[in-house]
């Protein structure tokens, strides 16, 4: 996968830069075109002449050094990088990008390129655990940038933690890893339903949930990165997603949503349920505002009708995957759902977990398949397990599970 790719790899301040040596040579050596980047502090560590002799490449330290007059020269490497590498990665890099700065050739180029950016941190156990840095390395991964993890080791400050640049060689095959899954599902046309619904009870009260929607936009935008075409069925929900191959359509009532998931349903491949669709409307539905009344104010509820079950129901070619959010006995209720609801896969996740509550942004949960097969997700941001759920939903798919 790497012959011939335009790599531009970015190297900021830290002790590690060293390492980029040894990535930037390993680079080459599988085919790929290298760029090397540096910040001015990251030519404190290693010289400039060394990754120019690695990559057979000149080195980009100051903007404003136009080697080629022809062309300016940060706008040429963004616009030639087909990925973009920051290793290592610094908090102050880090906060440049997340922050929208553009003071030196590093920070202006990862302004302007639209290339897939994978970076790998390293910093001070107590710098990658500070909650600016937790918040800067949130904000680019909601934006689409992908981390290598840091690992645990004897640091460079004498400190025993998380915080190490991983090294070359798995940088290289995580990223080979991810570029390789970046096209499982093209070809794909994937449903998922996302957020709570709203019942009405007169023109200002409604009942709802706490659900916010998070995991199923994380998983639409990372269907779409994967190459798949997605609609993305959106209960009320204040997120966001930018991707061409996302088309959404909003509803309110779990009616609404029921009757927009059957109208997609059979044309698609892969149907994720990951809304919180209420099981229970209002009997009544008031026209005008209800007044307070001295006495207590009873509500009639009547049942929804069942989403779920329903496309368990009507499924021929679908791979039809269902949520359980629980409080107790998780396993237990989502093997019960996954049976009762012809489903090819459920994932259970005890909301009651730290981490794992709605409107968080983590989560930690169980798929399960037809076959009772189990595979556990450690805790992670909901990016992250997204993508590990549709890794596990495309091998299931391949090994005729559904």
């Known amino acids: 996968m790497w012959k011939d790719k335009n790599i531009m790899l970015g190297v ?12 930037t040579s390993k680079l080459t050596q599988t085919g790929a075109n290298v760029k090397v980047v540096m910040t001015e502090h990251a030519a404190e560590f290693v010289s400039p002449l060394t990754f120019q002799a690695l990559s057979r490449n000149p080195v980009y330290i100051d903007t404003f ?18 990925i973009a590498i920051i290793a290592p990665a610094t908090a102050n890099i880090l906060g440049k990008i997340a922050g929208g700065i553009a003071d030196d050739m590093l920070s202006t180029i990862m302004l302007a390129t639209s290339a897939e950016v994978y970076i790998a941190p390293a910093m001070n156990v107590h710098m990658y655990a500070h909650p600016a840095v937790i918040r800067n390395m949130k904000q680019l991964e909601e934006w689409g940038y992908h981390f290598i993890e840091p690992g645990a080791g004897y640091l460079a400050c004498g400190y025993v933690g998380k915080g190490r640049l991983e090294e070359p060689e798995s940088i290289i095959e995580a990223i080979g890893r991810h570029q390789s899954a970046s096209s499982m599902l093209t070809g794909k046309r994937v449903l998922i339903s996302a ?39 959106a209960g009320p929900s204040a997120q966001a997603v930018n991707h061409s191959r996302v088309r959404r359509v909003d509803v ?48 009639e509820m009547e049942r929804t009708r069942d989403i779920l079950q329903s496309l368990g129901e009507k499924k021929k ?14 396993l237990e209720y989502g093997l019960q759902k996954l049976k009762k609801k ?43 397990v997204a993508e590990k759920l549709l890794g596990l939903i495309d091998r299931d798919m391949k090994d005729g599970f559904s």
């Open 12 to 23: 900021s301040g830290g002790i590690a830069a060293y390492k980029a040596c040894a990535l």
């Open 65 to 82: 050094d136009e080697k080629d007059p022809q062309k300016i020269a940060h706008i040429d490497v963004a616009d030639w990088a087909d």
């Open 195 to 233: 957020g709570p619904t709203r019942e009405q009870v007169d023109p200002v009260r409604f009942f709802t949930n706490r659900s916010s929607g998070k995991m199923g936009f994380a998983l639409a935008e990372a269907a779409a990165l994967f190459g798949a075409e997605v609609t993305l069925v």
């Open 252 to 299: 309110t009532t779990a009616d609404e949503m029921y009757d927009v998931m059957h109208q997609f349903f059979p044309s698609s491949d892969i149907v994720i349920k990951a809304a919180a669709v209420a099981d229970y409307r209002p009997k009544q539905v008031y026209q005008e505002k209800m007044k307070k009344q001295e006495s207590d104010w009873q509500v």
């Open 317 to 330: 070619q679908q791979y039809l995957v269902g949520f359980a959010a629980e409080t107790s006995s998780p």
């Open 342 to 384: 012809n489903l090819d896969a459920i994932v259970i996740n005890n909301i009651a977990s730290k981490g794992s509550g709605f409107d968080g942004d983590t989560n930690a949960v169980t798929y399960v398949n037809k076959l009772e097969q189990k595979e556990e997700i450690e805790l992670a941001s909901k990016r992250e």
